[in-house]
């Protein structure tokens, strides 16, 4: 190949680290065309900043290995030491494509007794997934592998901040708009939503226009398209 791109610094050094590459270019990924020339209002993102409740975000395909990737079934465990122990507001939408996982799911929802602070958004459009990010505080994604994030992206461009692991990419995309833990283990991830729940009504708006703004500052469209034109050139 004339040239050789990566979407992510983490995707860079795992590949030239083993093989040899020719002529390696690290370009990010970024929003898409459309979210960057025509970002959300500001205002709209503070009208969905709720400090009586904290409602989550999951988002992926619901198969045995995809939750697995990305740690629902600690998350849940995490969920409910919030609830049964700390006696904290907090809900949990699980969205995302039909998979061979919901039984397993729905099995540890009922045995962590968390039926009434989870509900269910599957096979849904882009327009139902944008209000979603929208009503959510936080899109919990402690995954063990991510080659670039793309949903934690999308979920930052509408003021949805993100508990993310320090494994693969997910770090270079939150940077400290977000919580990144170093141990996917619910003592972990519990951590992070105890740290959220803390935060008082203008901390909350901060962080999710951070994540906003970071979204948009280091991830937009034309940053990706000049990259490209400058390569090609």
Not at 101 to 125: M, P, T, V, W
Not at 183 to 196: D, Q
Not at 218 to 231: A, I, N, Q, T, V
Request: proline share 2%; glycine share 6%; with cysteine.
């Amino acid at each position: 190949s004339s040239i050789n791109i990566f979407i992510s610094r983490d995707q860079y050094l795992s590949v030239t680290s083993h093989l040899y590459v020719n002529n390696p270019v690290m370009i990010y990924s970024s929003l898409k065309s459309s979210e960057s020339r025509n970002p959300i209002d500001k205002k709209t993102i503070i009208q969905h900043v709720n400090p009586l409740s904290i409602n989550l975000l999951f988002l992926g395909w619901l198969t045995k290995k995809q939750i697995e990737r990305k740690a629902l079934l600690k998350t849940l465990e995490a969920l409910a030491l919030c609830i049964h122990k700390h006696s904290l507001n907090i809900n949990l939408v699980i969205s995302g494509k039909s998979g061979d996982a919901l039984s397993l799911i729905h099995e540890k929802i009922d045995y962590l007794s968390l039926g009434q602070n989870i509900k269910f958004r599957l096979d849904i459009n882009q327009e139902e997934k944008e209000r979603l990010y929208l009503k959510s505080d936080l899109h919990v994604a402690p995954s063990y592998v991510e080659g670039f994030g793309n949903a934690t992206l999308e979920a930052m461009s509408h003021g949805c901040a993100s508990i993310v692991s320090s494994y693969g990419a997910s770090p270079e995309v939150v940077g400290d708009s977000g919580f990144i833990i170093n141990l996917i283990e619910v003592e972990n991830i519990f951590g992070a939503l105890l740290t959220y729940s803390s935060l008082d009504f203008d901390e909350r708006i901060k962080i999710r226009l951070k994540s906003y703004d970071r979204a948009y500052d280091l991830f937009g469209f034309d940053k990706r398209l000049s990259s490209y034109k400058k390569l090609l050139d």
